[in-house]
């Protein structure tokens, strides 16, 4: 299990602004240390643990780019046509016989092996056969059309770095060397759990002024998609006992405790005075909108993080904090997400000092250029507002006014959770 420290994330400030939040989680939170050995097959998504050194070069050895002829480069006429002797057919995976010689060409395909004293091909629609000879027009430099041993990998260099998140593009490179399994971190644990008396499970009797828990089902998908292991712990009581009873239970064996709602000011907003009382809380409230009541602590060793009840603010709390902790754990490179430049079609003023998350919808203006469109309701409880728009425009701290054409950050929703 993670061992963090009480202090780990601790912040002197009031609102912790989303840069410091990634700075803390990137200096103090230490990656898990086990690891397990996997097959090829089971490695998308997992974190390598080590760096994966290449057994062999790639190509493995010169090749055929195209189908064609190959040739000395050396035979070719300076001007007009050249005529060689048709001496050899190699298909991929058939060894060449013989070394070629001066005026001698080897009819090729795509991946057969160059054969000795070649170094450049032809195209075939370039050529014309006659009496097994082949005619090669001029003009063709050395080299063309021939992939080089070594020209994508070199056997002996890092192939794949630790800390590398292992997708379909990654696995295929790692079997085009041999490679048959890896050393990964063991899986991420996660206890989830939703607090609340107005909550109830989708399927269950609906009571008055209660409502369905969209929460649970949000982050466990959002949990399953960054391949973590998810422990579900339904939906607590507001009842100040259970509640730090589960979150105590759930710290011994977990990496993560994970919670919506209860985060708040109001009366039963149990979770950040129990983070207080039975561990330590390092944080409340980040400068982001939506989502600013955000607590997060360790308890026993385990971090714990408590995210809004509004399912908005939940889904953007859990890309901007909750995801950025996770990598780390897992020991995961995070690229730093990189908001695309689009248009605004829609003026907006917001608050100096907190970073704004607004729901947009992409469309193309009529000059051609990408512009977002804000989605016209802001509340934090407004889900079609997730599913009716394409990602968010996210607003420095420093911005205080969006103009109307002015140009934007927008993230996409598949950025944000992959």
């Not at 000879?133 to 630790?162: C, W, Y």
């Not at 919808?361 to 009529?366: N, Q, W």
Request: contains cysteine; glycine residues 10%; charged residues 20%.
């Amino acid at each position: 299990m993670a061992q963090l420290s009480d202090d780990c994330f601790a912040f002197g400030g009031d609102l912790l602004p989303v840069d410091d939040l990634e700075r803390i989680i990137r200096e103090r939170v230490a990656p898990v240390a086990e690891t397990e050995t996997i097959p090829l097959a089971q490695a998308r998504g997992r974190v390598i643990a080590q760096d994966v050194i290449a057994p062999i070069s790639l190509p493995p050895f010169d090749n055929s780019a195209v189908d064609g002829y190959a040739i000395a480069h050396a035979s070719l006429k300076p001007n007009g046509d050249t005529r060689l002797r048709i001496v050899e057919r190699l298909t991929a995976g058939q060894s060449p016989l013989r070394a070629l010689a001066q005026n001698e060409a080897a009819r090729i395909f795509t991946g057969a092996p160059m054969p000795e004293g070649a170094d450049t091909v032809f195209m075939q629609e370039d050529c014309h056969v006659e009496d097994g000879h082949v005619i090669l027009p001029p003009g063709l430099k050395p080299g063309a059309n021939r992939r080089l041993s070594g020209e994508d990998v070199q056997a002996g260099t890092v192939v794949l770095p630790m800390g590398c998140v292992l997708s379909p593009r990654h696995m295929a490179l790692a079997a085009a060397v041999g490679l048959t399994g890896f050393t990964v971190r063991r899986r991420i644990r996660v206890a989830l759990f939703s607090t609340g008396d107005e909550l109830v499970a989708p399927g269950s009797a609906l009571p008055k002024a209660a409502t369905y828990d969209a929460n649970h089902t949000l982050l466990t998908a959002l949990l399953d998609q960054l391949g973590v292991s998810v422990t579900d712990g339904g939906i607590l009581r507001d009842d100040r006992t259970q509640v730090a009873r589960a979150l105590r239970e759930a710290a011994r064996d977990h990496d993560l405790v994970l919670t919506s709602g209860g985060v708040s000011t109001g009366e039963a907003d149990h979770v950040r005075a129990i983070i207080e009382e039975i561990g330590r809380l390092v944080f409340w409230r980040v400068a982001i909108k939506p989502g600013r009541p955000v607590a997060m602590g360790v308890l026993d060793g385990a971090a714990l993080v408590g995210l809004p009840g509004n399912p908005v603010a939940a889904f953007v709390t859990f890309v901007r904090v909750v995801r950025p902790l996770l990598m780390q754990l897992a020991g995961a490179d995070m690229p730093p997400l990189v908001a695309l430049p689009v248009r605004a079609a829609f003026a907006y003023r917001k608050k100096k000092a907190r970073r704004e998350y607004v729901r947009v919808k992409l469309r193309h203006g009529a000059d051609g250029m990408l512009e977002a469109v804000k989605h016209g309701q802001e509340g934090a409880g407004v889900i079609t507002s997730l599913t009716e728009t394409d990602g968010l425009a996210e607003l420095p701290e420093n911005t205080t006014t969006v103009e109307q054409g002015s140009t934007i950050g927008f993230l996409p929703y598949a950025v944000l959770s992959g």
